[in-house]
C-alpha cells in the first residue's frame, strides 16, 4: 500500500503523526511511504532523516493527496483538503466528526474512507496526556501576575499558602493535569460523575487530595475559594447547558484562571471559545481564559513521538490486511470508522447532527464474524438506520 504522511496544515499545529523510526518500519513491512515536504520539521524530524529510513519526500500536500492509497496527519481535515479527497481512499486524523458537520459532508461527498483518530486509542491517546499536563504547565503561566493573572505560585511560599485547583473529570486529560499540580504542591480537589473512579484517586494519592461528584452546584458552591479551574470533561455535543456559567465565573477573584482544555464547542464553559498559541489568552467576567485548542503542539517532539509509537501499529494493521480486516481484528478500528465509501458509520455523529448511519459491522459484511470487541466510544446513541445501503466485501 502506498501510504502519505501529511504536513498538518491547521494554525499553530506542530506535531507529526510518524517520525522517521515508523516510516523505516513501513518500508520494511513492504510498504512505499510518502512524505510531504517539511511534514515533521516543526516537530525537529527534518526531511533527510525521512529520506534515510526509506521515504519519499514530495513537494505539495497535492502529491501526497494524489498518489497516497492512504493519507493520515495530526489534526481534521481543513476547508482547503476537502477538494483533494478521492473515492475509496483511506484518511487518519483526528476529524472529530460530531461537532463538525461540513467536514463529515466533504468525506460523505468523497466517498473516502475515514477513520478518526480520537476514538482509535485502545489505552487513551496521548495527546490526552500531553494536554493535561502542558495545560495545567499554561495554567499556571496565566497565573503569572504580568499575565494578567493573580500572582499566586502553585505551591506557595513560607507564610503563604499554594493554589487551590479545581479539575473538571478525571480521565485521562485530568489525571495528567493532577499528577503535575498535586507534585507540585498545588491544593486540588477532582470532580467526577463516577465515585469508583474518585475512590481509586483518593487511594492514590493517600487522600491528600480532594474528590467531590460534580455537579453544577457542587462547582458553584467552591468557585469563590478556587485559584484555577481546569475543564477536562469531554461535553455531550448535544447538551446547550453548561457546567460554568459566567454568572458562576463572578464568584471567583479577579484574576483567577480558567483552563479549557477539552474547548469543545458548544462545551462546557459558557464563556469558553477557541484561542491559538500566537495569542492564548482572554479575560472574561475577570477570570483569565486559556483555551488553545492544540496545547499538545507546543511540546511537538515529544507527543509526536509518543503519538507515533501509539498510532503505527493500529496504521500498519490497515495497511497489512485492509480496511474490513483490520475492523474485524480491532474493535477500537471499527468504531473509528466515520465514512465509508459514502455512507455514515458514526454513531455520535448521527445522533448529534441527525444524519442516516449504518453499522461499520453491516456495511462491510461482517456481522457473522468474531469481532474484537471494543467499548462505545461515548454516550451517545442513534437510531437513525439507513435502511437500504450496499454491502462492501472490499
Request: a negative charge; charged letters at 20%; glycine letters at 10%.
Amino acid at each position: 500500500m502506498v501510504f502519505g504522511l501529511l504536513r498538518d496544515i491547521k494554525e499553530g499545529e506542530y506535531r507529526v503523526l510518524l517520525t522517521p523510526l515508523e516510516a523505516a518500519a513501513m518500508v520494511g513491512a513492504g510498504h512505499r511511504v510518502l512524505c510531504e515536504k517539511d511534514c515533521g520539521k516543526l516537530a525537529g524530524f527534518p526531511d533527510e532523516a525521512y529520506q534515510r529510513a526509506g521515504a519519499e519526500i514530495l513537494e505539495s500536500h497535492e502529491e501526497v493527496f494524489a498518489k497516497a492509497d492512504f493519507v493520515a496527519k495530526v489534526k481534521e481535515i481543513m476547508p482547503e483538503e476537502y477538494g483533494l479527497l478521492r473515492e475509496g481512499q483511506i484518511v487518519y486524523c483526528c476529524i472529530h466528526p460530531a461537532g463538525h458537520p461540513e467536514e463529515v459532508q466533504a468525506l460523505l461527498d468523497s466517498k473516502c474512507i475515514a477513520i478518526t483518530a480520537e476514538d482509535s486509542h485502545r489505552w487513551g491517546s496521548p495527546n490526552c496526556e500531553a494536554a493535561g499536563k502542558q495545560g495545567a504547565l499554561f495554567g499556571l503561566e496565566s497565573m503569572l501576575t504580568i499575565n494578567g493573572g493573580k500572582g499566586k505560585f502553585v505551591g506557595g511560599f513560607a507564610g503563604a499558602p499554594g493554589m487551590n485547583v479545581l479539575i473538571l473529570g478525571g480521565g485521562v486529560v485530568g489525571q495528567a493535569a493532577l499528577s503535575v499540580l498535586y507534585a507540585l504542591g498545588a491544593n486540588c480537589t477532582v470532580m467526577d460523575i463516577n465515585p469508583g473512579l474518585l475512590r481509586r484517586l483518593l487511594d492514590q494519592y493517600q487522600s491528600h487530595i480532594r474528590t467531590m461528584f460534580c455537579t453544577k452546584e457542587a462547582i458553584a458552591s467552591i468557585l469563590p475559594q478556587t485559584d484555577m479551574v481546569l475543564n477536562c470533561v469531554r461535553w455531550p455535543k448535544q447538551r446547550k447547558d453548561f457546567l460554568i456559567t459566567r454568572e458562576m465565573l463572578r464568584t471567583m477573584e479577579p484574576g483567577s484562571v480558567l483552563v479549557d482544555i477539552s474547548n469543545d464547542d458548544p462545551g462546557a464553559i459558557e464563556s469558553s471559545h477557541e484561542t491559538h498559541h500566537d495569542n492564548p489568552r482572554y479575560v472574561d467576567s475577570g477570570v483569565v481564559h486559556y483555551c488553545v485548542s492544540n496545547i499538545p503542539g507546543a511540546v511537538a517532539h515529544d507527543i509526536s513521538v509518543a503519538l507515533a509509537a501509539e498510532t503505527f501499529p493500529l496504521l500498519l494493521k490497515i495497511m497489512d490486511n485492509g480496511v474490513r480486516e483490520a475492523c474485524v481484528r480491532d474493535g477500537y478500528i471499527r468504531r473509528s470508522l466515520t465514512t465509508y465509501r459514502g455512507y455514515l458509520t458514526h454513531e455520535e455523529t448521527s445522533g448529534i447532527q441527525g444524519r442516516p448511519w449504518v453499522r461499520p459491522e453491516q456495511i462491510l459484511g461482517i456481522d457473522g464474524r468474531a469481532l474484537d470487541p471494543a467499548p462505545d466510544a461515548t454516550t451517545t446513541k442513534s437510531t437513525n438506520f439507513l435502511s437500504d445501503h450496499p454491502v462492501f466485501s472490499d
